[in-house]
């Protein structure tokens, strides 16, 4: 019963979805679709997914080679993964082993440059290494997580466990930073293995990190082929094609909230379970008792440098605003200064008064991934809009709302955000409390934004920081590592021999 295969598609072909719905064939695919092609039907949007025979291919072995592998790693060690985990920071920390990887790197930053894509997180710098480097020995130093004992429940004559067990093969689809591929290695310590399929701008630095450091270290510490998979291949549908393989035991998705979205929806409708990591932007708050050096300290320590817990938004208190928002654009002409590039405000309608003329008629020298610009300092933004993710390069780039009271800032952030990251700066214990018991955050503090990172806060390098844009997570932390891929398992032993119910 399992039908004809889809061999051809033809112009304005009507293709049914969400089980009352239709999307149409466009020119564009028909021409492009080919026998053996999969064609994936988003049933959350209808979009039409082609994924090539090819690329199908190289993704189903890829997971082949997981799974297979995944299947002897209940035979290895935990002194073998620690080994594993030594080498691979040793490679790196080694130059010679270096130098291709800084060389693959430096022809992704040239080309991606070229084609006026984002490099801000692509460069391999010397911080990324170490930073790197220190991950992969805090999994190599962390106490070993598979077999550990959740639970015990002692009955008369038996007793019962909760014990964690490894989740599986692991498909981690991410945007173009190298050092992620080091943080999502991170599930062997488990016991998992892992599918990689890195963004196209990052997939010669990929590669070479596997072939001159990941590679060798998995060899060394004799841990099976297939533990750690890089898919080469920049088409998107690899990712499409991994997140439907039914074989996977999490998906996870990191990059730019759109790309992310979907292939969220594809892991979805194949039954994969999902940790997506996509629209960020943290939200800033200060009330009527903020301090005002504090509250400034927080907006530059906030705004460093792009990345998903970078001060986006920020709320001021009506009454406090007269004190507050001078100090709010001296903290952003201070950002701006420190990379060079100037900085941009967006500003709700309706609050452009607060803002001096000075600002108001300004243009500014705009550093974007394309090249410089001439933009406005300043302009308004709908306040439907303050959810609006705003991706910069070198010039730090922020809303700010006025608001009547904490409240307002509160229901703001729950309706608009994404609901990740929220800091109040304020004086009154009252405040953080009423604060932290209405706000729909994941991640809440009383300073800068920026701390929101697992291997920061938490010394467990990160696969991804969750947000709650898609509902509340079921039992985990809003930091995916390494060791919270897990499962659990049941096991009983029985003392009395003559046990029965």
């Known amino acids: ?250 998906a996870v998705a990191r990059g730019s909230g759109q790309a992310v979205a979907q292939l969220g929806a594809v892991a979805r409708q194949a039954g994969v379970p999902v940790s997506l990591h996509g629209t960020g932007g943290a939200w800033l708050v200060a009330d009527e008792t903020a301090d005002a050096t504090r509250f400034r300290l927080a907006v530059v320590a906030s705004l460093d440098r792009k990345a998903c817990n970078t001060l986006n938004t920020c709320c001021i208190v009506r009454a406090a605003a007269a004190t507050l928002v001078p100090q709010f654009l001296l903290a952003l002409q201070e950002a701006g200064r420190a990379r060079g590039h100037g900085c941009r405000l967006h500003v709700a309608a309706g609050d452009e008064a607060l803002i001096p003329e000075s600002w108001r008629g300004a243009r500014a020298r705009v550093r974007r991934a394309d090249g410089d610009r001439d933009e406005p300092l300043v302009e308004m933004l709908p306040e439907g809009a303050l959810g609006r993710e705003w991706e910069w390069e070198e010039t730090p780039e922020v809303s700010l709302k006025i608001v009547d009271d904490l409240d307002g800032a509160i229901a703001l952030f729950n309706a608009q955000s994404p609901r990740f990251s929220a800091s109040l700066i304020s004086g009154s214990s009252d405040a953080h409390a009423r604060f932290y018991a209405g706000i729909e955050a994941a991640f809440v503090g009383d300073g800068m934004t920026r701390w929101v990172d697992g291997q920061f806060a938490l010394n467990r390098p990160e696969l991804g920081l969750s947000n709650w844009e898609n509902g509340r997570l079921l039992a985990r932390g809003g930091v995916l590592s390494g060791d919270s891929v897990y499962t659990i398992r049941t096991r009983m032993n029985q003392q009395d021999p003559h046990l029965h119910r």
Request: net charge negative; charged share 20%.
């Open 1 to 250: 019963m399992g039908g004809a295969r889809l061999e051809q598609l033809t112009p304005g072909m009507a293709i049914p979805f969400a089980g009352d719905r239709v999307t149409f064939v466009s020119d564009a695919l028909a021409a492009e679709f080919a026998a053996g092609d999969r064609l994936i039907v988003v049933q959350e949007t209808g979009e039409l997914l082609r994924v090539p025979a090819a690329v199908h291919a190289q993704a189903a072995g890829a997971v082949d080679r997981a799974a297979t592998a995944f299947a002897r790693m209940g035979g290895v060690s935990d002194i073998a993964v620690t080994a594993f985990f030594d080498a691979f920071a040793r490679r790196l920390r080694d130059d010679a082993a270096w130098a291709p990887v800084a060389a693959a790197n430096a022809a992704d930053v040239e080309s991606a440059k070229a084609r006026g894509r984002s490099t801000t997180r692509l460069a391999a710098t010397p911080r990324m290494r170490a930073d790197m480097i220190a991950g992969l020995e805090e999994w190599r130093d962390a106490a070993p997580s598979r077999g550990r004992v959740l639970e015990r429940v002692e009955h008369s004559g038996w007793s019962v466990e909760q014990v964690t067990a490894p989740l599986g093969v692991v498909g981690f689809v991410f945007e173009g930073r190298p050092n992620v591929f080091a943080d999502a290695a991170g599930v062997l310590r488990g016991g998992n293995t892992v599918v990689f399929r890195i963004g196209s701008d990052a997939l010669g630095t990929a590669r070479a990190i596997t072939t001159h450091a990941l590679a060798p270290a998995l060899a060394e510490a004799g841990l099976p082929d297939g533990a750690c998979v890089l898919i080469e291949s920049a088409e998107h549908a690899a990712g499409w094609a991994l997140f439907s393989d039914k074989r996977l035991g999490l």
